[in-house]
Structures are given as structure tokens and as C-alpha cells.
């Protein structure tokens, strides 16, 4: 006899008065199991997010911090944050400061902080091929300041001038791309100089030494191109050699990565260049300028400093993305439309 059939034979012999207790019973236990699920799931299952500095003034209630971590995704719920911080009995005792939130913690885990008044070091990740816009942005997200205010100090030519020892214009290209742990209370000249100290220790560990100041200033703009244009770190060397070969020829880089940092610079932001992009008067446009552009267009890694300085031979001077992390490189235009015509079937 199958074993549905013997289930539905058992609940055939049971009176209509205990099935319809039963019935209760099972609808009770369904919900509570889904409010101890909902219950769980916002207490004790940890949040995983970018680490962020937040300011609790002194006076505020439990429901306002409540619903600025909610606001800030720190927290799932601002319900149960106040509800557990009362029943804790944390509500009365949470204290004013700056704190570091976020990390993989839970919601008992970030009152328990606010309570011992816990500040910790802010871990902070610049990914490589960051412009400087884009680790500002990622600087004021994570509450180190506002970015105008940290703009203003990556392109003071004095603190340039004070944390690098050269005349640059701008920290765009030495910010080095890394996992920083800083101190939350340093102030943003002093994080500057810590991202700096580490772009010219990596130098010196790749033994690249700065003898011409201009010239380095160069390679470290084309590295930066190099860095935009690469998925894939194997090809760098064959990408700068590409760039190395047009300026030889005094070619136009029309590099993409170019266009898009011109847009950045705008606030603006594209998935795919449109053809009047590729038109756009400026310093930073290499499908307009001829050489390179002003200054880097990212913080390039070492990796792409060393390609710059060790190129593959090659006669290549074209090439194009085929939309699957690696590029399609041509000696001549032809070849390099044919490519095109071959891969993308226009």
C-alpha cells in the first residue's frame, strides 16, 4: 500500500473536531515558524556591506539611530533595532561618536558597539583602474568627507607637491589601488598620504626608479590608459606596445577609456560610446588630441607601469574588445575592420 494513500486513510478515521484542532494547530505552527524565520533572519543573520563612518550625536533617541542605520544599510530593520536595543535594555546607554559601520555583523552586534561606544579603524578598498573621481565618491560613501572637499585637497598643487616631491597637477595615477585600514580621525591630506606612501613603495619593490620626472610622468599616463584598456592582466604588455608604436608614428591614441574619464569629469557616466562622444573637445580626448593626454586618467597598478616599460614586440597598432575580456589586436586598418567585420558580423 502506498504511503499517501495510508496518510489519507489515517485523517479519514480521525473525528471532524480533532482534524479541525489539527488543522489550528498546524496554522499556528506554519506562522510562528515564519515569524521566528522573519525574527531570525533580522537579528541574528549577520548583514554583509561596505564599512562606512557614521556620527551619533549626543541626545539621540534609539528610533532616529534606528532608522539612519536603516538609511545607511547598516541594519535590516529599524523596528527590531529598537526593539532589541530596549529589551537589552542598550537603549539608555548608547553612546555619542563616530563609529565604523558595516563589515558581516549583526544588528545585536552593531548595538552592542553603539553601547561600549566601540570606534574601530575604517577599512577602505580603491580597486585598480579607479579614477580619482571614482575613490573620492568611494571615499565619501564610506564618510571620510564630502567630495568637493576631497577634490579640492587631490588637486591643491601644494599637498600634490607635498606628498608626491613633484610639480603634478593633480594625486590622479598615485593613489594606489589597495585595502587601506585608516584611523578615522585622520583627516583627508594625511589618508592622501598614506595611498601615496604605498603607490612609491610598490615603485620601489618593482625597482622602478623615477630619474626623469616628466618622462615618468608619461609612462605613468600611459600605464593609466593601459590599465582602463586590459581585463586581462597577460595582455598588458601587448596593449602598451600598441600605444608605443602610434606615438612612434605620431598616430592618435584614440584610446576609449579617454573619452570616458572626459565624460567623468562631467559627471557622466556611459555604458557605450556614442560616436558624438568620440567628438568631444578636450585635453583628455585622444580620438582629438594628439600624444597623451594632461595627466593619468586612473591609479594604475604596478603591473601596468611595468608593461609600459617592458612592452611585447610587436608591429601591432590596432585593436578592439571582443565583449568577452580580451581584445582582437591588427597591424593595419584593413585587417583591423575585417576583424571586426568577422567577430561582430557588420
Given at each position: 500500500m502506498k504511503f499517501p494513500h495510508l496518510i489519507s486513510q489515517f485523517f479519514s478515521n480521525i473525528p471532524k473536531f480533532i482534524k479541525a484542532h489539527l488543522i489550528v494547530l498546524l496554522l499556528v505552527t506554519l506562522c510562528s515558524l515564519a515569524v521566528f524565520s522573519v525574527i531570525g533572519y533580522n537579528i541574528l543573520i549577520p548583514l554583509n556591506t561596505n564599512e562606512v563612518i557614521i556620527r551619533i550625536?549626543?541626545?539621540e533617541t534609539t528610533k532616529s539611530i534606528a532608522h539612519y542605520l536603516k538609511a545607511n544599510h547598516i541594519i535590516r530593520s529599524a523596528f527590531w533595532f529598537d526593539v532589541l536595543a530596549?529589551?537589552?535594555?542598550?537603549?539608555?546607554?548608547?553612546k555619542a561618536g563616530r563609529y565604523v559601520f558595516g563589515g558581516n555583523v549583526s544588528i545585536m552586534q552593531t548595538i552592542l558597539k553603539i553601547r561600549t561606544g566601540n570606534s574601530t579603524l575604517l577599512h577602505l578598498t580603491i580597486p585598480e583602474g579607479f579614477s580619482?573621481?571614482?575613490?573620492?565618491?568611494?571615499?565619501?560613501?564610506?564618510?571620510i568627507g564630502r567630495y568637493g572637499d576631497l577634490l579640492a585637497v587631490a588637486t591643491d598643487p601644494m599637498v600634490v607637491k607635498k606628498l608626491t616631491g613633484h610639480n603634478w597637477k593633480t594625486l590622479e595615477g598615485v593613489l594606489y589601488p589597495e585595502t587601506y585600514a585608516f584611523d578615522i580621525d585622520l583627516q583627508p591630506e594625511e589618508i592622501f598620504?598614506?595611498?601615496?606612501?604605498e603607490f612609491f613603495t610598490r615603485l620601489s619593490g618593482a625597482g622602478i626608479v623615477i630619474k626623469d620626472e616628466k618622462q615618468f610622468y608619461?609612462?605613468?599616463t600611459l600605464a593609466s590608459i593601459v590599465e582602463q584598456e586590459a581585463v586581462m592582466k597577460d595582455e598588458k604588455p601587448l596593449i602598451a606596445a600598441v600605444y608605443l608604436n602610434r606615438l612612434k608614428?605620431?598616430?592618435k591614441l584614440e584610446s576609449c577609456p579617454t573619452v570616458d574619464y572626459t565624460l567623468e569629469r562631467e559627471g557622466i557616466q556611459r555604458k557605450r560610446l556614442t560616436f558624438?562622444?568620440?567628438?568631444?573637445?578636450?585635453?583628455?580626448n585622444t580620438y582629438r588630441i594628439s600624444g597623451l593626454p594632461p595627466t593619468p586618467i586612473c591609479n594604475p597598478s604596478v603591473t601596468s607601469l611595468q608593461a609600459v616599460y617592458n612592452p611585447q614586440e610587436t608591429e601591432y597598432l590596432y585593436f578592439f574588445a571582443d565583449f568577452k575580456g580580451r581584445n582582437v589586436f591588427s597591424r593595419t586598418y584593413a585587417e583591423h575592420l575585417n576583424k571586426q567585420k568577422q567577430i561582430y558580423g557588420k
Open positions: 550625536k549626543q541626545g530596549r529589551v537589552s535594555k542598550s537603549d539608555r546607554q548608547l580619482l573621481f571614482s575613490t573620492l565618491k568611494q571615499m565619501e560613501k564610506s564618510g598620504a598614506i595611498m601615496t606612501k608619461k609612462d605613468l608614428k605620431k598616430m558624438d562622444d568620440l567628438k568631444i573637445e578636450s585635453e583628455y
